[in-house]
């Protein structure tokens, strides 16, 4: 059974740095296309980056383009989220997820999420 722990949120100023981490187990991490979503109180999760199996291409949703750099360590089963100049509307729970194809909203893996609160 595939699973994904994250961790490295918190409490932030507004433009500070934070670095998220995504464990994960019970697969062949390379064989997984891995991404990061966020969710923030009474909106709907969302896309915020990704980097498929192979690494190199990634995407990310355009207000996190040039803030936010995504990266996969296959020899740790671990992917990061490097996120600067942080904003309060970074503010939500933040979740990885992985996929044997694309990851998307309806991917099979989750981890359980990690709260980063940007205040200004």
């Known amino acids: 059974q595939v699973q994904l722990v994250e961790s490295g949120g918190g409490l932030v100023q507004s433009g500070d740095s934070l670095r998220l981490s995504c464990a994960i187990s019970?697969?062949?991490?390379?064989?997984?296309?891995v991404g990061w979503f966020r969710q923030a109180p009474g909106k709907e999760r969302e896309f915020v980056a990704s980097i498929p199996r192979s690494g190199g291409f990634t995407a990310y949703k355009e207000a996190v383009k040039g803030r936010f750099t995504i990266s996969r360590d296959d020899a740790k089963n671990t992917v990061f989220l490097q996120m600067n100049s942080l904003k309060p509307e970074d503010t939500a729970v933040y979740y990885c997820?992985?996929?044997?194809?694309?990851?998307?909203?309806?991917?099979?893996?989750w981890g359980q999420g990690t709260q980063v609160t940007v205040s200004s």
């Open positions: 997820a992985a996929d044997k194809l694309a990851v998307t909203i309806t991917s099979e893996y």
């Open positions: 019970g697969g062949t991490f390379s064989r997984y296309a």
